[in-house]
């Protein structure tokens, strides 16, 4: 009878990643050069002294329509050196602009609150954002405003992480893993989640569903902002896959941050639409499935654990492929001893303690 159990999981776990794939792989028309639109990118950086300036290189190094660019760069309040090697780094470089978070929009708090700063000023019909411990790819603002047709609203991008261990490379095919169902979801008309390092919207939706300080508090504003702009069901939400689009960050150095880390985003996860639970759902059952694997050794049970791992391959391959990270798969039988672990601990976890901290900052 577990045996039956595990089977029609991994069916409809096989099922999930096959429409994963048809959604992750659409295609999307783009601009013509001279078509662009003004373009800002954002970023909020509190106490980041150790990554702004690799962020600060790679933002200079990106290539767009010259006079329809700018950067506007927030500090968040640093109490370390960001703020001034933010200043020296942009001096006399006039596509930069730093700022420091001086007031509350509405009752918004931390990051949030830094980008609705931001976003006041901004200049740009379409708003990019990142973090300050990334990298962005030299054509990423140019790939991302190219989908910007006129009835598109948001454009994602994909992001992966530095991996030079075991321990940051099963982070990095994780990243991989969560965002292909993050497009695949997205590109089939039922947003899940986005991931505001590589995040893009027209200002005047944002504008039109009220801004951060129109939305609930979350310590996921990307994901709330998605939904808030579909709701609205005018404009597309598109996900392509475009390794010119790619954004790389730095990945959790502790066990304990990446723990808060996959908490963070657990929570923020809890309000997401039905069909998002369900997607999770079968992840979660798939995964306590393998978990049990060790309880109820058997040939059948190995022979379901191993189509359980080959479904997982069959997502991360060509998805790595197009992105050229395939180096990474090296890493894939460690993601998949993390994945099991996470995907069954957060959700108890969350049950006893909701409790975040993030940027030295707690919510709650």
């Known amino acids: ?77 640093s109490t370390d050196n960001t703020g001034k090697i933010i200043e020296d780094y942009i001096s006399g470089k006039n596509k930069f602009k730093k700022i420091v978070t001086s007031k509350e929009v509405g009752k918004l708090k931390g990051k949030t609150n830094a980008l609705a700063n931001a976003i006041e000023i901004a200049k740009g019909e379409v708003i990019l ?4 411990d990334c990298e962005a790819h030299a054509d990423w603002v140019y790939r991302i405003a190219s989908y910007y047709q006129e009835d598109v609203a948001m454009v994602n991008g994909f992001t992966t992480q530095y991996a030079f261990n075991n321990f940051s490379g099963l982070q990095a095919v994780d990243f991989i893993y969560l965002l292909t169902v993050a497009s695949g979801t997205i590109n089939l008309g039922f947003p899940i989640s986005c991931i505001g390092n590589n995040m893009s919207y027209r200002k005047s939706v944002y504008l039109e569903v009220g801004g951060y300080e129109n939305l609930p508090f979350s310590v996921t504003e990307d994901s709330l902002l998605l939904h808030a702009m579909n709701r609205l069901k005018k404009y597309k939400i598109i996900y392509p896959l475009d390794k010119r689009a790619l954004v790389a960050s730095a990945p959790c150095l502790t066990i304990k941050d990446l723990f808060r880390q996959k908490k963070r985003w657990s929570i923020g996860g809890l309000d997401v639409p039905l069909y998002g ?26 022979y379901l654990a191993v189509f359980k791992l080959a479904i997982d391959f069959f997502i991360l391959y060509p998805v790595h492929k197009e992105l050229g990270l395939t180096k990474n798969l090296k890493y894939f039988f460690s993601f998949q001893v993390y994945y099991i672990i996470y995907a069954v601990v957060i959700p108890f976890a969350l049950l006893f303690n909701r409790k975040v901290v993030w940027k030295n900052r707690e919510y709650k």
């Open 129 to 132: 954002t990142t973090d300050a």
């Open 277 to 302: 639970g369900l997607v999770m759902s079968i992840a979660f059952f798939a995964n306590v499935c393998m978990l049990l694997t060790t309880l109820f050794f058997s040939t059948v049970w190995l």
């Open 1 to 77: 009878m577990p045996e039956i159990i595990f089977l029609i999981v991994l069916s409809f776990y096989f099922i999930l990643a096959a429409l994963l794939l048809v959604g992750v792989s659409k295609k999307f028309p783009v601009l013509n050069e001279n078509e662009f639109p003004f373009a800002t990118v954002i970023v909020a950086a509190r106490n980041e002294e150790v990554n702004i300036l690799k962020c600060l290189e790679s933002l200079d190094k990106l290539r767009y329509p010259e006079g329809k660019f700018e950067i506007i760069l927030v500090d968040d309040n």
